[in-house]
Structure formats: C-alpha cells, structure tokens
C-alpha cells in the first residue's frame, strides 16, 4: 500500500484523512483479510493491524521508488499494488491477484486509461525492472509484459482533491447509512447457503451497474441488468469485463427526450 506523495492538492495526508468517520488507511486495510501480508511504504500510520512499514528512497521519490521498497519486504510470487486514497479498488486488486496468468502484470483499464496503482504483478518481474527513484510509472509498465483489463472508472476514483473528498462522503453516507443499517453481507452469505452457491460477490460493481441501468435507462432496468450480468457471469464471462460492457452500453444509450 503506497501512502507517500505531498498531498497538496487535497491539502492533508490522503492516508489518515478522515472519510466519514474513518481513516482512509483504516478503511482500506479493513478490505484486507488478515491473513494476507500487507507492506505500507510510507510515513507510519499507526494502524492496529499488524503490517510492515517502510520508507521509499529517497523519501517523496514517487511510486515506483515505493513499489521497489514494498517488493523488497515481498516474499509471494504476486503481489497487489494500491494507492491508499483509492478505497474503492480493493476488491479489484484482490480479483487481479487471485486470477494471474503469466503475464507481468494485470492492470485495470478504466476510462481510457491504465490504472497501474491498483494492480497486481509479479513480484519477479518488479525485480528485474531494475526500479529506481523517478522512473514514471509508464517506463514501468513498457518493461513488463502486461495484460489490460477492462473495468468500470467508478472502482478508481481516488480522493486527491477537496472535492473529491466530498464525493466519497456523500457516497459513503449512500452506502453506509446508520439507520437501521442492513448486514449486506450476512445477507448475501444467508443468500447464497440458501441457493448452494460458493462464489465470490462484488457488490460495489452489482450496485454500480445497478445505478447505470437505472440512471441511463429506467428504473426497472436495474434488477433486470444485474440478473443478466449473473446469467454472463455464469456462463463463465469475466465480472469486470461484462460490467465494463454494460457500463459502456448504458452511457451511450438514448433516453427518451434527449
């Protein structure tokens, strides 16, 4: 996890800024199961987990010289990469890591761009690339043998800015409402006992492709779009690359009256 960079334009650590109640840092960690390794390169952060903190060199020197000093503490053949002011991207990097190829590094493709700040790689790979202070994240990536994967822009919103900020209060307050609160996921764990289902369940990505449907098209589109991303998914389409799709589909698609 990279906390380094001056944060100027957000004017305060993005690391332990507080959103909604909670350290950013905290709210990242608390997606990461405990049994998995986590190295933090930046200033300590003081967190209750129990994690590994280390310095880039030298101190500020932009990622890639952090992402050196995070794969020197690495001892898997993967590892994930994440920028501790994306909060939504964990579970991303999770999926990225668990479904390596052979490839160098599996890197999201979100709004016509790479998003190589939440993505997986091989730790052999980092290594050889011979990283140093300085060197763009571009000349990173063309030294690696590397596979783009298509996924919705909403997943890597990052908090940089004030207005940024702002947002994912007001997107927080969305999801984690206080007021007679629902266990989403002892719903969904009760929900898929019940059916005889073992799988993994994003729920940011259902509830984005949800809003989409909705937003775009109308209303009723929203259970009936998500249904058929589980029917695509099912039949063994990749979930980023399918919502990606109906993503795409539902921002192009004309609304009555315009």
Known sequence: MLTGGGSTRLGQ???TVVVAGRRMIDRVLDQIPADVPVVVVGPDPGVQRSVQVTREDP??????????????LAHTDVV?????????????????????????????????????????????????AELVAGTSMRALLDRLQVRA???????????????????AEERLAI??????????????????KELGLDADVDVDLILDVA????????????????????????????????????????????????
């Open 13 to 15: 650590d993005k690391a």
């Open 59 to 72: 101190p500020g020197g932009g990622p890639v010289a952090a992402i050196d000093a995070g794969v020197e």
């Open 80 to 128: 994930g990469v994440i920028a501790a002011d994306m909060p939504w991207a964990v579970p991303v990097v999770a999926r990225l890591t668990q479904s390596m190829g052979p490839e160098d590094a599996r890197v999201p493709r979100a709004g016509g761009h790479l998003q190589p700040l939440a993505a997986a790689y091989r730790t052999a790979a980092l290594r050889d």
């Open 149 to 167: 994967v298509p996924m919705p822009e909403s997943a890597f919103a990052d908090i940089d800015t004030p207005a940024a900020l702002v947002a």
């Open 175 to 192: 999801m984690e409402s206080d007021e007679e609160r629902v266990d989403m996921q002892s719903w969904l764990d009760a929900v898929k």
């Open 211 to 258: 809003k989409d449907a909705a937003h775009k098209v109308q209303r009723p589109a929203a259970p009936v779009t998500t249904y058929l991303l589980g029917l695509a998914v099912g039949a063994g389409a990749s979930p980023a690359e399918a919502a990606a799709k109906i993503a795409a589909l539902a921002q192009a698609w004309d609304t009555p009256g315009e």
